[in-house]
């Protein structure tokens, strides 16, 4: 089948004369020798007469087919369109024989400079027309001369980096080609498949000149540009296989360091995985094949894989993750009213939702195909990736022992945890070896002959405290890559005593090493006093990536600073080395000393909400970590919550003008110390290290200076905390400390319900004198033979919430009571479902919008009026409101807010016949002396004893008999607080607040408690 003829082009320049191509070029005298269309249906040429038969003269022969050849040569573009199209262009055209000897070198260059910038113009103008002249780069590129050769590469190169598509070309076959298509379709085959023909020689070439000592460095930049730029296109494999040869060598040069950029940036920014797994399966069997003598780059390469690292922050196990925008909070997006949609019929309805039904479907089809197809290509790479390593570790090849290291660092959180106990003990030989190689040697051996050159040199690369800090952060990253292997490392007999020894030894020696700053890039400066340096060549040090001084940072970090919180580091070990740290700070050069000491401010100190009084804000400051008191614990704070004193005592301080204390109350988190006689001298203490618990600080709620929760570490007496059972999470815990106690200390301790817990009752009663109620132990709340009437202000509140569940605890607390408890509460109708389903129960609930609740609810009581109140918001003229609804045989009314502090209206209680209203401040249950600007209140032991029975009960009944109220997760950490959390709060009344922001995290409190979280 004959052969589409090349397009049609312009003859290049002759390079017989000393004179520009183009002034020798006779336009009229080629029109006139060229052959004219047409043929010949017949040969005229006479037969000559032989002596069996007649035949053609061959002389005859053989100038037509000269003649034939020279007809092809001119008619390049001349083609009958009814032949059957090949599908390919004439690439192969013969160069025509130039006698080069008689054209000075320069000449020959000029020449060709001018050449390839007219085809390549040519065919970056319209590739499709000109895509033939590929082939003239390729006759260009066989010149002898190699600036000639060169040019002619490079040209190619940036010609195939503009034509190539981004999609890979399929080579035709045989059926392909005998098909009928269309003019289009034909013509985009042939440039199609010109293109790949090219493309194909042009690798070829490139892999032959990359053997060339005169050529290899343009051909192996070539290979390497080409594999960085288009990837995706055919001939990768070879392309690759050019890059791999390179990097076969042991010595290092800058064409190998060419070839092993491109490979780093290939494995960066290849997303599907194909061709890191081409080009990592071409590594490792050259690698093997080489006995693993390759420099150490090459294994570097790996370190910039993405294995299965889109995984960890982008996708689930069924769906994908969108990248959400910090705070973003899922709400669904509001749906059109019906008169802004657009009209469709129910029959345009129906078509439109099964073609949306079909899109969704194809589009989820796709999308498993694509990420199934990424995840086999990954896990093929990542066990290509650990063989390597772990035939290196066995072998134990020196020179390429950082480079294993430090991949395996890398990759641990993919290591299957089968693997960890062979890898400690590879990595605690590797220390042992390292240490014997640095003792110093007999006698005998330094007198005996002397070392070959290449053993002197492989001693010379292998720097072994950079080895060994390797194998400590190797260690610590194999159990902290995986949150569950950290949680089960004593389970499965991971002890990394032996490399948290061999660091603490590792310190003042690493001191003394000039080294400790630089890199295998870095430069010596010469000695001021002539004194020798060492050499700056990249085989003096272990890894290319790393300092010395910030690999014994990553070390010091991964043993004083675990990311797990369940690994935590004891205190002896945490002084020890710190003290060691300030010695090794002041024999260390100037940068590193400021690093290290960084690092030991990093342990000593933490973040936290401090108080500003001038600007009567808080900002988040760095602060010394506390340090827990005898009988105290401390807490590594995971979550906080915010109640309506927080953002009111900033706004209105009542601190001191140069008071810095931590602000807020509510916390929750870890157990990451005791003090020594929190398990010692009491022997109730039943918390250890990790346990979940929580409470409250008072923070900026008086003017005593003490510290509040809002940071990252906190230290509380042990009692006054309460362990989380494992129902609960940390964010429903943070919210339940400081409203649970303030409730409980209302209905239990002031008003005197019955408890479900046992606490020193007439202390109690001799604290709260006259104002107490009497009847402590009468049953039923202390009236026989009638029902029990109780009221809760505000019952939406959280306090409120929590009230009503323990009045419902104290109802059955004592089983034979016949009297019937009846609850009625103020709130907004918006909450009434939720109050009037359990846990809550409410009775009977009006809305404290209307004037008339007192009246409502007197009626609805039979105009028997309430036994006890309790107002959980106390402003105002609340007080005086529910005052008003009491009985004569009223038993108390229990209040949050007191009077000598001009929250609520005072009123004359002897008018309206009713007990004065109980204030007590839930600080109280702190046991110290709380001191606000009018009046203090005396340390409380009753109520401290009261408040430690209370959380041991709510540590047994949280999750069965009290339920937690719903929390809000606020977006963001401290730096959100003031911003966000303090605004939708308020610092005035609950009438007060007012939010015009649009954020859905910003929608109006009520019903929950909003919490932050720390990590």
């Keep these: ?369 694509s990420y199934e197809d990424r995840d086999k290509s990954q896990a093929e790479t990542l066990k290509l990736v650990f063989v390597a390593y772990f035939r290196i570790l066995k072998a134990k090849t020196p020179h390429l022992m950082g480079a294993v290291l430090e991949g395996l660092a890398r990759y641990s959180h993919l290591i299957n945890q089968d693997f960890f106990g062979d890898v400690l003990e590879v990595l605690k030989d590797l220390i042992l070896h390292a240490e014997a190689s640095l003792e110093p040697a007999d006698d005998e051996d330094e007198q005996g002959e002397e070392e070959p050159e290449d053993e002197v040199d492989a001693a010379t690369e292998r720097n072994i405290t950079r080895e060994r800090l390797l194998c400590i952060i190797t260690a610590f990253a194999l159990l902290q890559g995986q949150q569950d292997v950290a949680k089960s490392a004593s389970g499965l007999q991971l002890d990394l005593n032996f490399f948290i020894t061999h660091l603490y030894r590792t310190l003042l020696p690493l001191a003394m090493n000039s080294d400790i700053e630089l890199s295998a890039k870095s430069a010596h400066l010469a000695d001021p006093n002539g004194l020798a340096t060492p050499a700056s060549t990249a085989k003096d040090t272990k890894v290319n990536v790393s300092t010395t001084t910030v690999l014994l940072l990553k070390s010091l970090q991964s043993v004083l600073l675990p990311p797990m919180n369940t690994k935590q580091v004891p205190p002896l070990r945490l002084a020890a080395f710190l003290k060691q740290l300030h010695t090794l700070a002041l024999h260390l050069p100037t940068k590193s000393a400021t690093a290290v000491m960084a690092l030991v401010q990093q342990i000593v100190e933490m973040k936290a909400l401090i108080l500003d009084v001038a600007a009567r804000t808080a900002n988040v400051k760095d602060i010394p970590r506390p340090i827990p008191e005898p009988s105290e614990i401390l807490v590594e704070v995971q979550a906080i919550a915010l109640n309506p004193i927080d953002p009111l005592y900033v706004a209105h301080p009542l601190a001191s003008e140069n008071s810095e204390r931590v602000i807020g109350s509510d916390f929750a988190g870890t157990v990451v110390s005791l003090h020594s006689s929190s398990s010692a001298s009491s022997p109730a203490c039943t918390l250890k290290l990790g346990d979940r618990v929580a409470g409250f600080l008072q923070g900026a709620c008086s003017r005593n200076d003490r510290p509040g929760g809002f940071a990252e570490f906190v230290t509380i007496p042990w009692d006054l905390v309460w362990k989380i059972p494992d129902g609960v999470s940390m964010e429903e815990a943070a919210g339940v400390s400081l409203v649970a106690l303030t409730a409980a200390q209302g209905m239990w301790y002031r008003l005197g319900l019955p408890a479900p817990f046992e606490f020193d009752r007439e202390a109690a009663v001799g604290e709260q004198g006259k104002d107490f109620p009497s009847a402590f132990d009468a049953g039923g709340g202390g009236i026989e033979g009638e029902d029990v009437n109780i009221l809760v202000y505000s019952a939406a509140t959280s306090v409120g919430m929590y009230a009503t569940q323990f009045v419902r605890v104290s109802s059955r607390t004592q089983p034979g009571v016949k009297e019937q408890w009846r609850l009625f509460g103020t709130a907004s109708q918006a909450r009434w479902d939720m109050l009037k389903a359990p846990p809550y129960s409410y009775d009977y609930l009006v809305s404290y919008r209307d004037a008339d609740w007192p009246e409502q609810v007197r009626t609805l009581s039979g105009r028997k009026g309430m036994h006890y109140i309790y107002d959980t918001i106390s402003e105002g003229d609340t007080v005086q409101l529910c005052a008003s609804t009491l009985s004569k045989g009223a038993k108390g009314m229990a209040i949050v807010r007191s009077k000598e502090a001009g929250a609520w209206t005072p009123f004359d209680t002897s008018e309206l016949n009713v007990p004065e209203p109980i204030y007590g401040a839930v600080w109280e249950g702190l046991g110290v002396e709380v001191e606000y600007h009018k009046f203090t209140l005396p340390a409380s032991q009753a109520a401290r004893a009261f408040a430690v029975e209370f959380y041991a009960w709510l540590g047994r009944a949280m999750g069965e008999e009290v339920v937690p109220v719903p929390v809000r997760i606020m977006p963001g950490g401290f730096e959100k607080v003031v911003e966000d959390g303090f605004t939708l709060l308020g610092t005035g009344t609950m009438g007060d607040r007012t939010v015009e922001r649009n954020e859905g995290w910003m929608r109006p409190v009520g019903g929950e408690k909003l919490v932050y979280r720390m990590s």
């Design 1 to 369: 089948m004959a052969t589409e003829p090349a397009a049609k082009r312009r003859r290049l320049s002759p390079s017989g004369d000393n004179v520009p191509g183009f002034a020798n070029w006779d336009l009229e005298q080629s029109y006139e020798q060229k052959r004219r269309k047409g043929k010949k249906d017949k040969d005229e040429r006479l037969l000559v007469k032989s002596g069996d038969d007649w035949k053609e003269d061959e002389r005859l022969k053989e100038v037509a087919r000269l003649e034939a050849e020279g007809a092809n040569d001119d008619d390049s573009m001349d083609s009958d369109e009814d032949e059957k199209d090949s599908g390919a262009a004439d690439l192969e055209s013969k160069p025509k024989p130039v006698a080069q000897s008689d054209v000075p070198p320069k000449e020959q260059i000029r020449q060709a400079k001018e050449d390839l910038a007219k085809i390549a113009g040519h065919i970056s103008e319209s590739p499709e027309e000109n895509i033939a002249q590929l082939g003239q780069l390729a006759e260009i590129a066989q010149s002898r001369n190699v600036t000639v050769k060169k040019l002619a590469m490079g040209t190619q190169l940036a010609v195939y980096k503009d034509i190539i598509p981004g999609y890979r070309i399929r080579p035709l076959g045989k059926d392909d080609m005998d098909a009928k298509v269309g003019k289009e379709v034909r013509r985009l085959r042939a440039f199609e498949q010109t293109l790949l023909s090219g493309f194909k020689g042009y690798v070829l070439a490139l892999d032959k000149l990359a053997k060339d000592k005169q050529m290899r460095s343009v051909a192996v930049v070539c290979a390497a540009t080409l594999l960085t730029t288009v990837p995706h296109f055919n001939c990768r494999n070879e392309v690759i296989a050019i890059v791999v040869r390179q990097l076969s060598s042991r010595n290092s040069s800058p064409e190998t360091m060419r070839c092993a950029e491109a490979l780093s940036q290939l494995f960066r920014e290849d997303e599907e995985g194909h061709a890191s797994l081409e080009a990592v399966t071409q590594l490792t069997k050259m690698m093997k094949s080489k006995n693993y003598h390759v420099h150490e780059n090459v294994l570097n390469t790996f370190l910039h894989l993405r294995l299965l690292s889109e995984f960890a922050h982008k996708a689930g196990t069924n769906s994908i993750d969108r990248e959400r925008a910090d705070g973003e909070d899922d709400v669904p997006a509001k749906k059109l009213k019906k008169k802004d949609r657009e009209y469709r019929s129910k029959r345009e309805r129906k078509i439109f939702k099964e073609r949306k039904a079909v899109a969704k479907e194809l589009q989820e089809a796709d999308a498993v195909v």
